[in-house]
């Protein structure tokens, strides 16, 4: 029990008592009273010494704060580029200063307390802890990284590298126990067992992690771990009426397990009843609502992208003038062909940093929740397959939009009169958007009979991202990676307006870095001749 926690006992215990006992009516019952006192001036120095040991832990946190914030806000992009260190920052303003404040609570310090209670509404929540595990969770099995890696913050690209402690890693199991998932419980419970183990400082007792990793390792039905993992807590902790419970149902289940197996067996052939030793359990993750996931995570990790040389002869580069377009004569942008069929390309220099840090700095106080809708009711709503802020910039917000959009009707050749408003994104920690069409399938959507469907989508990466963040088609095997100040084009639909069903795409999560795009999506209306019908549906 913390020390903090434990000061608030005898106070409450000496108040029932009192309220309960009338001494006075009786010399022997006050005589019980001196050694009441006597146990109350023991607490008082119990109190004293917890209150000398309470102000050495707050002013060792707040030295290791003082490092921490001065490295942290020298450069707080970079630093949040880490996803660790963004987990880790979540988590210590939800949790750890929570911790804090009831510690500094025992105290008369109420200009902090006061400051901490004004600054607490604007914290992160529980929902935000818990997205930001699970944030680390789908880096962790997109990139095929292992607890160690992640908890080490062995990843590439990072400046300022950060590692998870006992309790982290105790929290992420957790997380993934309340929600359910014992695939990622096992491996975030057996990495904190594993640092536990090699001598690491920590609050959380091992019979806390045992308890939660026997009970996963059972759910897959691995009864000879889960005893053992159960044997090992008891050891631990002989009083564990859970575990001990747990125990003896496990043998139950076990010998059952063996009759049954005596009875499908030959009288001559011999059951092995050997226990299995505890080991690193390699358990299989659950398959989940996405048929495509395989091929999606691989690209992301840059495997299996289906650029052949055949294919690759007949990718160009050239200067593109948008089909003699006048503003485009005398400086025509450098266009990259990323794919051919269906066509993808990439163009240069499409947006100066001053124009990127203008467009970021008008979007960030808007930026809100992304949402998606939903195919049944047609609502818009936020998804856990959809990881970002966005925000829709109006020309008239200021002449820079108004420039970027008159730039990418130049290039296309299609007009922005019927297109959607700028949309810019930030994708957060492990931020994603799961394979899904920008053209519309859904005959309810109003826009479809005004404006017509989306044509073709213009993508604007307005950062670098060291790791992670790709765009990816699983249809087709393509893997496009943010380049800043470049612009990847497609289209969405065929001349006959049918989708065209290829374009199925993905934001990756981003591993490393902080992921900035901006896009617009051009309609039907208004580019009927701009881009006129084929011959066939598929042209």
Not at 281 to 304: K, S, T, V
Not at 468 to 494: C, E, H, M, R, S
Request: aromatic share 10%; hydrophobic share 35%; charged share 30%.
């Amino acid at each position: 029990m913390k020390p903090w926690l434990q000061l608030m006992f005898f106070p409450c215990v000496f108040l029932i008592w009192h309220a309960e006992a009338e001494f006075f009516t009786s010399i022997g019952q006050m005589t019980d009273l001196i050694y009441a006192e006597k146990d109350l001036v023991q607490s008082l120095q119990e109190y004293i010494r917890a209150e000398e040991k309470k102000l050495s832990q707050i002013k060792s946190w707040a030295e290791k704060m003082d490092v921490l914030t001065s490295k942290s806000a020298s450069d707080p992009e970079g630093y949040l580029a880490h996803p660790v260190n963004a987990y880790k920052l979540v988590k210590r303003l939800n949790t750890d200063w929570l911790e804090l404040e009831n510690l500094v609570l025992q105290d008369t310090t109420n200009g902090f307390i006061a400051n901490l209670t004004i600054q607490r509404q604007f914290f992160p929540t529980e929902e935000d802890e818990t997205g930001a595990a699970k944030a680390l969770m789908r880096l962790q099995d997109t990139y095929k990284l292992d607890p160690e890696t992640l908890s080490r913050g062995n990843l590439p690209g990072t400046k300022y590298r950060s590692s998870l402690t006992v309790g982290d890693c105790f929290g992420m199991g957790k997380t993934a126990y309340n929600d359910g998932d014992y695939y990622h419980t096992v491996l975030w419970m057996e990495q904190a067992l594993k640092q536990h183990d090699e001598g690491e400082d920590t609050t959380v007792s091992k019979v806390e992690i045992l308890d939660y990793l026997s009970y996963a390792v059972f759910q897959f039905g691995d009864l000879h771990r889960a005893m053992e993992l159960t044997r090992r807590l008891i050891s631990l902790d002989s009083t564990h009426e859970r575990a001990g419970s747990n125990l003896r149902y496990f043998e139950k289940l076990l010998e059952k397990e063996r009759e049954e197996k005596e009875k499908e067996n030959s009288i001559n052939k011999t059951v092995t009843t050997t226990e299995a030793v505890v080991q690193s359990g390699a358990y299989e993750r659950p398959l989940d609502y996405l048929p495509e996931r395989d091929i999606y995570e691989a690209l992301c990790r840059g495997e299996g992208v289906k650029m052949t040389p055949r294919r690759q002869k007949r990718l160009f580069c050239r200067y593109h003038d948008g089909n003699r377009n006048p503003h485009l004569l005398i400086a025509p942008f450098k266009e990259e062909d990323e794919w051919d069929s269906p066509h993808i390309v990439r163009y240069y220099d499409v947006m100066s940093d001053e124009e990127i840090e203008k467009i970021k700095e008008l979007a960030k106080p808007r930026l809100a929740r992304a949402t998606v809708r939903d195919p049944k009711t047609g609502v818009l709503t936020v998804a856990s397959y959809r990881v970002s802020k966005s925000s829709w910039l109006e020309e008239e917000d200021d002449p820079v939009v108004a420039k970027v959009n008159q730039r990418m009707q130049q290039i296309t050749g299609l007009t922005v009169k019927t297109a959607e408003l700028l949309q810019v994104a930030n994708y957060g920690m492990g931020g994603q958007y799961e394979p899904h069409f920008d053209f519309s399938r859904r005959p309810f959507d109003s826009t479809l009979k005004s404006e017509g469907n989306r044509l073709a989508t213009f993508l604007n990466y307005m950062s670098d991202v060291e790791a992670g963040g790709a765009t990816v088609f699983p249809d087709f095997g393509a893997a496009i990676w943010p380049k800043k100040g470049t612009a990847v084009f497609w289209y969405n639909l065929f001349r006959s307006g049918e989708g065209d069903y290829r374009t199925r795409h993905a934001a990756c999560p981003v591993l490393v870095g902080c992921k900035w795009v901006s896009n617009k999506w051009f309609h039907e209306r208004g580019n009927e001749f701009l881009r006129p019908c084929g011959r066939t549906e598929v042209d």
